[in-house]
């Protein structure tokens, strides 16, 4: 049934624009079949038009005198004509929207993969290399993975705390299985890590690694969330309504020509150009700062394929840590001797069997072992060129004709054949808001102060528009962290979306009730010289359950029953028999934080309920 009534619609349609164009043009006289049919095309009621005209001289919009529009026609015109702009104001935006949420999808998917795979050969290469070593203390390893996840993901991570905390945690596990003969409580292992500075057991490699890393997951996390903020600030643009006045010019331009019969007309050029300028007063004012958004946006990522390359830090990242433990083998007896002339000499514990046997450097070029899929990823990177690079120019290209859009709009909608003339310019024979004709009036200039001159749309650009100017601070705020990644400094940004539903934090524009649950991003350091900033050594908290004598491992080619780090397990289940089999998941051992609601609400009951009890006790004396 209502199939049948929309083909109906479609032919009554048709023939009463046939109808339009065969009778209206020799006549000269106004016919209202042209408003029904504008009726019947937007879903109006077409009962209300009248069989005939009438004067308008209670129409508030449209042109006075001779007319087929009412007053009750004319406000649901204005409905339509808002309805149009709005949709049509969305639809020239929509593939600057496709492109922030695409390439920020694309970024984010790109580092959870790049980081998966860093995880999966540091684990082959230390398992490779350390044996039961790594394996007894990979809950070290496994904490570092998760600190830079969660502080791409979530900026809930103090990064710079993060990487001392690591590497703090490796000195004392280190430091224990060097001297497996001794004893170590936890605030002998605590006056351990405050030497961890002065001794720098590691070398140089904590303070490099903590540089590398900070400046590069900075300016890409920053370079993530500034994809994702863009389409947030247009978004919310794009949602701000027009004001009463704009859609009155709105109506008169592309309703009002049925009212006079003219429902095919074009609006001239120059005419719906005035009109939309105005419209877009204070839209305008976006321009400077989403310009320096776009600009800031590029520095950052032609830094990301540069000095701040993620991808070159974090896939070498097992042989720089594997680096900082021979570092310390190698100084491991002095570095013992200093820590026990400062905290003391420790009591001698139960000496396991075998004692420590010195690993060696396996290659003359560097340490341990290189897995095949490392060798071969890097011999493409040197072929093409990595794929960070790729993804990230494709961005740059893409973002950069985002530049200037605000000024450009309104050229953009008058070229919509929905609210404008077309792609081509109409000068003659055109809707000039009063009749069929020509457009005599200037084309004011671009710009809010411009727009006091604009003779279609009464606007006063003194007056602030509030709705935009706080996209304006938005825009700053972000141009701001930009800048600051691009200088290698701290970003933080106030609120975070958690990945998953479940998990806490708070969304969007909510409000943040502390520090703890706002994302903090960390970075330091304008220079790029590794040189140039602080040591990155710092003390942290003690060590887990380490204990166990470190002793090297034979190479077991064809073990196929290996014992794995809790971030790697096999997919089917059975045995592994190919690193195609493994996939990296989160450790599911840690232990649920107990809460205190019965405490809780036992000091809410004293806390209300004393007072009532107190005053019924008076009431009776």
């Not at 863009?230 to 006045?245: E, H, M, V, W």
């Not at 006063?460 to 825009?475: H, P, T």
């Amino acid at each position: 049934m209502e199939e049948g009534w929309n083909t109906v619609k479609r032919v009554c349609s048709v023939l009463v624009f046939i109808s339009l164009l065969v009778g209206g043009a020799g006549a000269g006289e106004i016919t209202c079949h042209a408003i029904r049919y504008t009726f019947l095309n937007k879903n109006l009621d077409v009962s209300e038009v009248p069989n005939s005209p009438l004067q308008g001289i209670h129409l508030q919009i449209c042109p006075r005198g001779v007319t087929c529009c009412t007053p009750e026609m004319e406000t649901k015109l204005w409905t339509v004509s808002r309805e149009t702009y709005s949709n049509s104001l969305t639809s020239s935006a929509l593939h600057i929207q496709d492109l922030f949420q695409t390439k920020s999808r694309q970024f984010g998917e790109f580092f959870s993969d790049l980081l998966a795979n860093s995880k999966r050969d540091f684990h082959f290469m230390f398992k490779k290399t350390y044996g039961i070593l790594y394996e007894r203390n990979s809950d070290v390893f496994t904490d570092f993975f998760k600190d830079l996840e969660s502080y791409y993901e979530n900026g809930n991570v103090e990064l710079e705390e993060a990487l001392r905390s690591f590497f703090s945690q490796l000195y004392q596990r280190m430091f224990t299985v060097l001297n497996t003969q001794y004893t170590f409580d936890q605030s002998y292992l605590t006056c351990v890590s405050k030497n961890m500075k002065k001794l720098q057991p590691f070398g140089d490699v904590p303070k490099k690694l903590t540089l590398q890393l900070r400046r590069s997951f900075v300016a890409t996390r920053t370079f993530a969330q500034a994809l994702i903020e863009g389409k947030k600030i247009l978004t919310r643009i794009l949602k701000i309504a027009p004001k009463d006045k704009c859609v009155e010019a709105l109506t008169r331009m592309i309703s009002c020509p049925s009212c006079q019969g003219l429902p095919a007309i074009r609006p001239c050029t120059g005419y719906c150009l005035n009109v939309m300028k105005g419209c877009l007063a204070h839209h305008t004012e976006l321009s400077d700062s989403w310009d320096r958004f776009i600009d800031s946006l590029i520095s950052v990522g032609e830094r990301l394929i540069g000095p701040f390359n993620i991808e070159a830090v974090v896939e070498p990242i097992d042989i720089k840590i594997s680096d900082a433990i021979m570092n310390f083998q190698e100084s491991g007896y002095e570095v013992t001797q200093k820590v026990f002339e400062d905290c003391g000499h420790p009591r001698l514990g139960r000496r396991e069997a075998g004692g420590y046997p010195r690993l060696e450097r396996r290659q003359a070029g560097g340490f341990g072992y290189s897995h095949p899929s490392q060798l071969n990823h890097v011999k493409s990177m040197n072929a093409a060129g990595t794929n960070l690079d790729n993804l990230v120019n494709d961005i740059l290209t893409s973002v950069k004709g985002a530049k200037g859009f605000w000024t450009k709009l309104p050229y953009i909608l008058c070229q919509n054949p929905e609210v404008g003339s077309g792609k081509e310019k109409v000068d003659q024979n055109c809707w000039n808001g009063r009749e069929r004709g020509t457009y005599q009036q200037r084309i004011v200039n671009d710009g809010l102060v411009s727009q006091d001159q604009n003779p279609e749309i009464d606007i006063d650009s003194s007056l602030a528009d509030s709705d935009i100017n706080e996209q304006i601070f938005a825009l700053r705020l972000v141009i701001n962290k930009l800048e600051n990644a691009y200088n290698g400094h701290a970003v933080e940004w106030p609120h975070y979306e958690p990945k998953y539903p479940n998990d806490s934090g708070y969304y969007g524009s909510g409000d943040c009730y502390d520090d703890e649950d706002c994302e903090a991003g960390s970075g330091s350091g304008a220079g790029y010289s590794d040189d140039e900033d602080e040591d990155g050594e710092g003390s942290g908290g003690g060590g887990r359950d380490g204990g166990g004598g470190w002793k090297s491992a034979e190479d077991h080619e064809g073990d196929l029953h290996q014992r794995w780090p809790p971030w790697v397990t096999d997919k089917t289940g059975v045995d592994i028999v190919d690193n195609k089999d493994i996939e990296i998941v989160e450790s599911a051992d840690e232990k649920p934080r107990v809460g205190s609601s019965a405490t809780a609400l036992s000091r809410t009951l004293i806390y209300y309920a004393l007072p009532v009890l107190i005053c019924a006790l008076g009431a009776l004396f």
